[in-house]
């Protein structure tokens, strides 16, 4: 078996394993061991999966300039997908700080996201592809974003949840988003119809906002201001790693 046709069968493998486990920390209680547990199967599959795609994409968009545009879409969603899945484990790991990061993984991560964001705007403006420039402001906002919360010091008591619930869900617009892409034929889908695919991004975003908006509402209600309390069978602060 070639390493081509083996990336081949991982990715697979990996991408359906990642979307079936997408959803259950979704659900259940926060910091339990169900949580935990799928959302660790959830990140290993996912950086799987993008190092596959990698692999894939990569090569292909070096040697096949014919498939540039859609692998370069591919090499973009595997990087925001797995730089958000590891950016939501960094922030539960480093939940007690009290300066900026500085961690070569944190800064390194957002910042090829952003600089990859970039990349994929203009490319994919100069060859008129509007997936690529229609979807690349999630990468943009996904890095800039990381920068911002990783060279400044916590504002909020619960920086860190919060954080969480963003990146982790930037993962999953990625993985749900891919998914779509690869399999739009198979669901009687033409062509690259930039609405339907943004569907998933303008979901998760919406959804993100009134999540945030109602455990902001939660916290305030259960722990006074300056406390480092959480929420009873809730993610509590650990040492920082």
């Known amino acids: 078996m070639s390493l081509y046709l083996l990336a081949h069968w991982l990715h697979i493998a990996s991408g359906v394993v990642a979307f079936v486990t997408l959803w259950l920390p979704l659900v259940a209680r926060k910091g339990g061991p169900l949580h935990r547990r799928v959302g660790w199967t959830y990140v290993g599959a996912m950086i799987s999966a993008a190092i596959s795609a990698l692999a894939i994409s990569g090569w292909r968009f070096l040697l096949a300039p014919g498939a540039r545009p859609m692998d370069l879409f591919f090499i973009y969603i595997a990087v925001l997908s797995a730089a958000s899945a590891s950016m939501g484990v960094r922030v539960l790991r480093t939940k007690t700080r009290t300066g900026a990061s500085t961690h070569p993984l944190d800064l390194g991560l957002s910042a090829l996201l952003l600089c990859l964001g970039l990349f994929t705007l203009a ?109 009873p069978g809730e993610i509590q602060p650990a040492r920082a790693r």
């Open 123 to 231: 490319y994919g403006l100069r060859m008129n592809v509007p997936l690529l420039w229609g979807f690349a402001p999630v990468g943009l906002l996904s890095g800039t974003t990381g920068l911002w919360y990783w060279l400044r010091p916590p504002r909020e008591r619960m920086h860190w949840w919060f954080q969480h619930m963003g990146a982790m869900v930037a993962s999953g617009i990625g993985t749900i988003t891919a998914a779509l892409v690869v399999n739009a034929k198979h669901l009687g889908i033409e062509g690259l119809q930039l609405a339907l695919f943004l569907g998933p991004t303008v979901v998760g975003v919406v959804g993100l906002k009134l999540w945030t908006r109602a455990y902001r509402q939660r916290f305030a209600r259960k722990a006074p201001a300056g406390t480092g309390q959480g929420l």
